[in-house]
């Protein structure tokens, strides 16, 4: 069984930013991939970065290219998803994620966090 955690989302105006976390079991944290997912209301899932040790994969979509950033903190087994200059585009539920390797297919991640609702408004 793997739980993962997410907490951080909410509103923000266009333009702002948010900081969304992720807390894992140490195993699933130290030795399994781990990354961000979203979906948009009537969307099929679209993947954002993910990590792996010191190993990271990043969305190719241009869209979100620069405006999203993974980190971690270790000692308390937690990843972050920095997220800037937000647009209603960006509108969706955040799901931290976890799998055997990284991809950029959302499927390829067996385990699902409850997600967190991210609403950017105009």
């Known amino acids: 069984q793997v739980q993962l955690v997410e907490s951080g989302g909410g509103a923000v105006q266009a333009g702002g930013s948010l900081k969304l976390s992720c807390v894992a079991p140490e195993v699933t944290f130290s030795s399994r991939a781990m990354g961000w997912v979203r979906q948009a209301q009537g969307k099929d899932s679209e993947f954002i970065a993910a990590?792996?040790?010191?190993?990271?994969?990043?969305s190719d979509q241009e869209s979100m290219k620069g405006r999203f950033t993974i980190s971690t903190d270790n000692a308390k087994n937690t990843m972050f998803l920095q997220m800037n200059s937000l647009t209603a585009d960006d509108t969706a539920v955040y799901y931290c994620?976890?799998?055997?390797?990284?991809?950029?297919?959302?499927?390829?991640?067996?385990?699902w966090g409850q997600g967190t609702q991210v609403t950017v408004s105009s």
């Open positions: 990590r792996i040790w010191s190993s990271v994969l990043t």
């Open positions: 994620v976890s799998g055997t390797h990284l991809s950029r297919d959302p499927l390829q991640y067996p385990y």
